[in-house]
């Protein structure tokens, strides 16, 4: 079944990033990853800007092609049934929100507990915002995971997701990996379905 247009412009702008970072340097990093604020001191790193909440979801960790391979994987998996069903401008909407919430989320938390000074990258923001709305939207689809190849319902599935991200953020394992931010994506797509069905305290989407 052919790409709906949003799904696929994220997916190429996504490849297009990551092959300008496979080109060398660290300038789109420097200036366009998430960096806490106040990072840039003995760092010598460019300061938090307020366009990285939104530009660190469209750089991957160049060193291994598995960060953005399953992250557009899931896009296409996961996104094209839900762009089709929100229609191509409330899906960004969607998306960008799930990205914003994402950084806000795991700035705050970083915050909280004083992480490092260390830049984020990542689709997954997003992607975690969409996961939600297919198991709000497609509760009984049947999704298979590579390494568990057993099928489950889409809402199972997600919160077994949700559930784990949950407690590795809480037990701060799996280091190097921003649970928050995949929990605040949640968050920013859950509030979104909230203001698309018109529940309080938003307005009905028109």
């Given at each position: 079944?052919?790409?709906?247009?949003?799904?696929?412009?994220?997916?190429?702008?996504?490849?297009?990033?990551?092959?300008?970072?496979?080109?060398?340097?660290?300038?789109?990093?420097?200036?366009?990853?998430?960096?806490?604020?106040?990072?840039?001191?003995?760092?010598?790193?460019?300061?938090?800007?307020?366009?990285?909440?939104?530009?660190?979801?469209?750089?991957?960790?160049?060193?291994?092609?598995?960060?953005?391979?399953?992250?557009?994987?899931?896009?296409?998996?996961?996104?094209?049934?839900?762009?089709?069903?929100?229609?191509?401008?409330?899906?960004?909407?969607?998306?960008?929100?799930?990205?914003?919430?994402?950084?806000?989320?795991?700035?705050?938390?970083?915050?909280?507990?004083?992480?490092?000074?260390l830049p984020t990258?990542?689709?997954?923001?997003?992607?975690?915002?969409?996961?939600?709305?297919?198991?709000?939207?497609?509760?009984?689809?049947?999704?298979?995971?590579?390494?568990?190849?057993?099928?489950?319902?889409?809402?199972?599935?997600?919160?077994?997701?949700?559930?784990?991200?949950?407690?590795?953020?809480?037990?701060?394992?799996?280091?190097g990996i921003a649970?928050?931010?995949?929990?605040?994506?949640?968050?920013?797509?859950?509030?979104?379905?909230?203001?698309?069905?018109?529940?309080?305290?938003?307005?009905?989407?028109?």
């Amino acid at each position: 079944m052919r790409i709906p247009p949003v799904t696929l412009t994220l997916i190429v702008a996504n490849c297009a990033v990551y092959l300008l970072q496979l080109s060398g340097g660290t300038a789109i990093e420097d200036w366009f990853a998430l960096w806490p604020p106040g990072s840039d001191g003995s760092m010598a790193r460019p300061p938090f800007q307020f366009w990285q909440l939104v530009t660190y979801a469209f750089l991957h960790d160049p060193r291994t092609i598995a960060h953005i391979f399953f992250n557009m994987f899931a896009l296409y998996m996961f996104g094209s049934d839900v762009e089709r069903l929100f229609g191509g401008r409330f899906y960004l909407y969607y998306y960008f929100a799930s990205v914003v919430s994402a950084a806000i989320c795991h700035l705050l938390y970083t915050s909280w507990v004083g992480g490092p000074g260390l830049p984020t990258v990542g689709a997954s923001g997003g992607i975690y915002g969409i996961l939600l709305a297919y198991a709000i939207y497609f509760p009984n689809r049947r999704v298979i995971l590579l390494i568990f190849p057993y099928p489950m319902p889409a809402r199972v599935f997600v919160t077994l997701f949700a559930a784990l991200e949950l407690v590795l953020g809480v037990s701060q394992t799996a280091s190097g990996i921003a649970h928050f931010a995949h929990l605040g994506g949640m968050l920013g797509g859950f509030l979104m379905i909230q203001y698309r069905r018109g529940r309080f305290p938003f307005s009905r989407w028109r």
